[in-house]
């Protein structure tokens, strides 16, 4: 398996305010790394591939400019909520993946964000 | 793209009775078949997952069977005790498009 760690794991914000939200890789390089959200009693939903040292790939409806994400080292991803608004009021979620692998997917805690 | 169903939405069973959870996949060409469980406030823990080359795996009280010809598979609980009270999900993938597609989740309840 892999050891992930997320950071906030809950964080409450205003409207109009950004957030960032920390994904670390803790015992391996994960070359990709990969951010889902997920509402209440519903499935994971992937929002972009985070590839490190190169730009994300975002999922179709995923607002790439207001989701920001940088990939800047093997063992950290931040996902950066722009703007943000009630309705992205969620349970975010990221996976780290070995090289070569990327379906072997090992997933953090997640982060409650909740935007009042 | 790949669709994954999974079937039920909630499954109560008595502690000691067996659970069974079963997904159904289109893709023909997804080979990785994982299990997650997700307990409240939690991500998803990998728990067990299965091969396109094999067609039945065992985990102590776990085990996965895999139907390709079917595509179809399974996910069995023995003996439930009530710490397996969570969200399950299946998943599929495979090595083209290394991405993993998740079933709807089902709830799971084990009464005391």
């Known amino acids: 398996g892999a050891v992930v760690s997320q950071h906030p794991s809950w964080v409450i914000c205003k409207s109009g305010t950004s957030v960032k939200i920390e994904c670390r890789s803790l015992?391996?390089?994960?070359?990709?790394m990969f951010w889902y959200r997920q509402f209440p009693k519903q499935s994971l939903m992937l929002m972009a591939t985070?590839?490190?040292?190169?730009?994300?790939?975002?999922e179709q409806g995923v607002e790439k400019d207001k989701f920001l994400i940088n990939h800047a080292s093997l063992t950290l991803s931040t996902l950066t909520v722009t703007s943000a608004h009630p309705e992205d009021s969620s349970f975010y979620i990221c996976?780290?993946?070995?090289?070569?692998?990327?379906?072997?997917?090992?997933f953090g805690p997640g982060t409650r964000l909740t935007v009042t | 793209g790949e669709n994954v169903e999974q079937h039920p939405s909630t499954l109560s069973v008595q502690e000691g009775d067996s659970a069974v959870i079963k997904c159904t996949y289109s893709d023909s060409a997804s080979n990785y078949f994982p299990w997650y469980k997700q307990e409240l406030g939690k991500g998803p823990q990998l728990i067990i997952d299965?091969?396109?080359?094999?067609g039945e795996k065992k985990d102590q009280r776990i085990a996965v069977t895999l139907n390709k010809t079917a595509k179809h598979f399974s996910l069995h609980i023995t003996e439930t005790q009530p710490e397996d009270s969570a969200v399950y999900f299946c998943?599929?993938?495979?090595?083209?498009?290394?991405?993993?597609?998740f079933g709807g989740g089902t709830r799971l309840m084990v009464k005391p």
């Open positions: 299965i091969r396109s080359n094999v």
């Open positions: 985070s590839n490190e040292g190169s730009k994300a790939t975002y």
């Open positions: 998943a599929a993938a495979n090595n083209a498009g290394n991405m993993l597609t």
């Open positions: 996976s780290v993946a070995r090289q070569g692998i990327r379906y072997e997917q090992y």
């Open positions: 015992d391996f390089q994960a070359t990709t």
